[in-house]
């Protein structure tokens, strides 16, 4: 199994960025997905999850109304939409799978796959 994160970067405070993830070994449509950031000195926190057929999505606060996560599952990818960047949001980002979970989960323990991360780094 290999999930691979992308699109990090440098971008100033309110600016966008897109992070895909694009899975393979795995039946990707069978997998819940989510993300999850670790900031400098920091434990990992969730950020936000989508069930395996996209139609629940769980957000943590410090990122509802600005992230969105979104999954097309004829390319085993899930993306995240990140708008109104603020320095606080700065970390690496990590996509996770979790196997056939009802309700997408945010505890790390959850999920069994994970991918190798992606810098964000927001400039004020």
């Known amino acids: 199994v290999q999930l691979q994160a992308s699109g990090g970067g440098l971008v100033q405070a309110g600016g966008s960025l897109r992070l895909p993830c694009a899975a393979s070994?795995?039946?990707?449509?069978?997998?819940?997905m989510g993300w999850f950031r670790q900031a400098s000195g920091k434990e990992r926190e969730f950020v936000v999850a989508i069930s395996w057929s996209g139609g629940r999505t769980t957000y943590a606060d410090s990122v509802k109304g600005r992230f969105t996560i979104s999954r097309d599952n004829t390319k085993n990818t899930v993306y995240l939409q990140m708008s109104s960047l603020k320095p606080e949001d700065a970390a690496v980002y990590y996509c996770a799978a979790d196997y056939l979970k009802v309700e997408p989960g945010t505890s790390p323990a959850e999920y069994e796959y994970w991918g190798q991360g992606t810098q964000v780094t927001v400039s004020s």
């Open positions: 070994g795995l039946t990707f449509s069978r997998y819940v």
